[in-house]
C-alpha cells in the first residue's frame, strides 16, 4: 500500500533490498532514460485473509504488460521479480527455488529473482547460494549494461 500511495514503484523496504542486489542507488534505480520498471498488474491486487499482497490480476498482464514490453526497444536486461514474472516471461511452472537456482539458463540477459519482500528473508537464508552465486552475476551485468 505504501508503494501504491507514493505513486512510484518499490519505495519500500522491498525496493531497498531490490535495489541493493542490483548495486543500484535510488538516482540509478529511477533514471528513466535507462531503467524500465514494469509491474505486472500496474495495480495493487490488495490483500489476502492473512494480509499478504495478492498476485497480479491476470487480466492487467493482457491488457498492460506486452504492450509496454512491445513498446521498449533494445532491452538489454531483464530482471524478473517473483513468480509471476518468471511464469509470464519464461514460460516456467516451476517453483521460485527451482527458477532462481536455474538462473544460469538465462543469464546474462535475463535474471530471474524471488521477490524482495521481507516475507521471503527465510527463504534468502535458507538459499544462501542466492547471495553468494546470483546476486555477484546480477551486480557485475547492469554494470556492464549501464555502463555501456
Known amino acids: 500500500m505504501k508503494v501504491y500511495n507514493s505513486g512510484k514503484p518499490f519505495t519500500d523496504p522491498s525496493g531497498d533490498r531490490l535495489r541493493d542486489w542490483l548495486g543500484l542507488d535510488d538516482a540509478a534505480?529511477?533514471?528513466?532514460?535507462?531503467i524500465a520498471i514494469v509491474p505486472?498488474?500496474?495495480c495493487?491486487?490488495?490483500y489476502d485473509a492473512n494480509g499478504s499482497d495478492l498476485p497480479p490480476p491476470k487480466i492487467c498482464g493482457e491488457t498492460w504488460h506486452d504492450r509496454v514490453m512491445e513498446s521498449l526497444p533494445?532491452?538489454?536486461?531483464?530482471?524478473?521479480?517473483?513468480?509471476a514474472a518468471h511464469r509470464y516471461h519464461l514460460g516456467l511452472k516451476t517453483s521460485v527455488t527451482d527458477t532462481v537456482k536455474a538462473w544460469r539458463d538465462h543469464s546474462?540477459?535475463?535474471f530471474?529473482?524471488?521477490?524482495?519482500?521481507?516475507?521471503?528473508?527465510?527463504w534468502l537464508k535458507k538459499n544462501a547460494w542466492f547471495g553468494e552465486?546470483?546476486?555477484?552475476?546480477?551486480?557485475?551485468?547492469?554494470?556492464?549494461?549501464?555502463?555501456?
Open 74 to 83: 533494445d532491452v538489454r536486461l531483464s530482471v524478473l521479480v517473483g513468480a
Open 40 to 42: 505486472m498488474a500496474f
Open 133 to 148: 552465486e546470483v546476486l555477484p552475476a546480477l551486480r557485475t551485468r547492469v554494470k556492464e549494461v549501464l555502463n555501456d
Open 108 to 110: 546474462p540477459d535475463t
Open 112 to 122: 530471474a529473482l524471488p521477490h524482495p519482500s521481507w516475507r521471503n528473508t527465510a
Open 29 to 34: 534505480f529511477y533514471d528513466l532514460t535507462r
Open 44 to 46: 495493487f491486487p490488495g
